[in-house]
């Protein structure tokens, strides 16, 4: 790999890497220089190309120094600590909150609530918001391209209120179809649940147009930004969304912190799902009262050091800028997508790039997915194979299962040509006959 090693590269957060708006290659080694985990080979000697992160970011040396930091400085139980220690992990903790609200551009921290992830801050809304607001005669709309967790749990909350769920149907080109939104969003219509961009066709939908019909009738949005956030600028207050949810993950940032924005009012309609420590004001034997937002929907122990290392992925992100980043993923995008399309048998699910995000999902004749990202693998090629959690979508597909190369910046193209080499060879590999396979 052309790549230099990670060790002794530059500090990512002091400056930005590149002053153009736009990466050059240079910048993009400089970058893969942050990412110690992508300077190995698999299975031997095979060097890694990632392209799964969709499913997962990689993280930059700044974030993974900043964890150690924490265990080794400052570790302490946040909000009770009356000591040095629990102060700084509280400041710490505290400040990446504004970061967040920073990031997506909320009008307060109060309105930032820790969540472990995606899923739960979806949870959080559909059991504490919905289930508990909604009933017989409402209704929720989603549609066939959600992951499970931006659907599951609606479906959950109908069931326990008697709501019904309503599905917006999709186009062939795998996007939602707005020209029958007035069929489908009404009066009745309380919620509408919306993923800002499909982890599986890279689909990114109409928010402004979504916001806007869903407040005409007086519901409310719920944005599920999983991967949308990784890969543009999010603005909540533009749209005007009131509910949005994202996971660290995705964002450089480590595993089980997770985003849940709310706009103030949409918050404070939330029944607190857990009590414990924390998110209470008083209790006595007979009962207890609840803390102010964004307390009260956080009981227990956060998860301090994750946002302490959330924080820091979003300053590297901001250092970088999401357009930047936008950018950049977009040019892997369409490079990928033409270089693929030349292999016979691909066929890609999902719209035009223009107007999609850096994940190529496809089935290839005479492979199945989970051969092909078999035989990737053992190239060096991570790649993801199955129903991606989209069990309705794949439906819909026809097959039960697409393989899934996902884009990030720090991605190059030679490893879009390395990915299209080791699929031709995949094809070719399965052409022959049974008992002379083999990479
Ligand atoms: N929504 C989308 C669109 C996703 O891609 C994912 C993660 N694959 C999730 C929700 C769930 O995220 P998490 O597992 O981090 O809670």
Redesign the pocket.
């Known amino acids: 790999m052309a790549d230099s090693p990670a060790s002794g590269s530059a500090p990512a957060t002091s400056e930005p890497v590149f002053s153009s708006g736009k990466l050059s290659a240079e910048d993009v080694q400089r970058i893969r220089g942050d990412f110690p985990i992508l300077h190995q080979m698999v299975h031997g000697d095979q060097p890694l190309v990632y392209l799964d992160s969709?499913?997962t970011s990689q993280k930059p040396r700044v974030v993974i120094d900043k964890l150690v930091e924490v265990y080794e400085q400052y570790n302490s139980n946040v909000h009770r600590g009356i000591h040095a220690l629990g102060d700084r992990m509280t400041v710490e903790m505290e400040g990446a909150r504004e970061k967040v609200a920073r990031f997506i551009n909320a009008a307060s921290a109060e309105q930032i609530v820790f969540t472990?992830?995606?899923?739960?801050s979806?949870n959080l809304v559909a059991h504490g918001w919905a289930a508990q607001r909604l009933g017989p005669g409402d209704e929720i709309l989603v549609n066939e391209m959600?992951?499970h967790?931006?659907l599951v749990p609606w479906q959950m909350a109908a069931k326990a209120s008697g709501a019904t769920l309503k599905f917006l149907p999709l186009t062939p080109t795998w996007e939602l179809d707005v020209s029958r939104l007035e069929e489908f969003l009404t009066r009745r219509t309380k919620l509408v649940a919306v993923?800002g961009?499909?982890?599986v066709t890279g689909t990114i939908n109409p928010l402004e147009l979504l916001t806007r019909a869903a407040h005409d009738v007086g519901a409310r949005i719920f944005v599920?930004a999983?991967?949308s956030a990784a890969h543009g600028p999010v603005d909540v207050r533009s749209p005007d969304v009131d509910f949005l949810a994202f996971?660290g993950?995705?964002l450089l940032g480590p595993t089980g912190i997770?985003i849940l924005y709310g706009k103030a009012d949409a918050l404070e309609e939330i029944e607190p799902l857990f009590g414990g420590g924390h998110m209470i004001n008083e209790v006595t034997p007979e009962g207890s009262t609840w803390a102010a937002l964004p307390a009260r929907l956080e009981a227990g122990t956060a998860p301090f050091a994750q946002t302490a290392g959330l924080g820091v992925a979003l300053d590297y992100l901001s250092n970088l800028g999401m357009e930047t980043i936008a950018r950049q993923e977009q040019t892997l995008l369409e490079l990928a997508t033409s270089r693929l399309e030349t292999i016979p048998g691909v066929t890609i699910f999902g719209p035009p790039c223009a107007k999609k995000g850096a994940i190529v999902s496809m089935t290839v004749d005479g492979v199945h997915a989970h051969d092909l990202a078999d035989l990737l693998d053992r190239q060096g090629v991570a790649i993801r194979a199955g129903h991606?959690?989209t069990m309705p979508l794949h439906e819909r597909f026809g097959v039960a299962a697409t393989a899934r190369a996902s884009f990030a910046f720090y991605n190059t193209p030679e490893e879009v040509e390395q990915l299209a080499a080791a699929i031709e060879k995949a094809v070719e590999i399965f052409k022959r006959p049974r008992r002379s396979r083999g990479v």
């Open positions: 969709a499913a472990s992830g995606t899923t739960m979806v959600e992951h967790a931006n993923t961009m499909s982890n599920d999983a991967q996971s993950h995705k997770g991606h959690c």
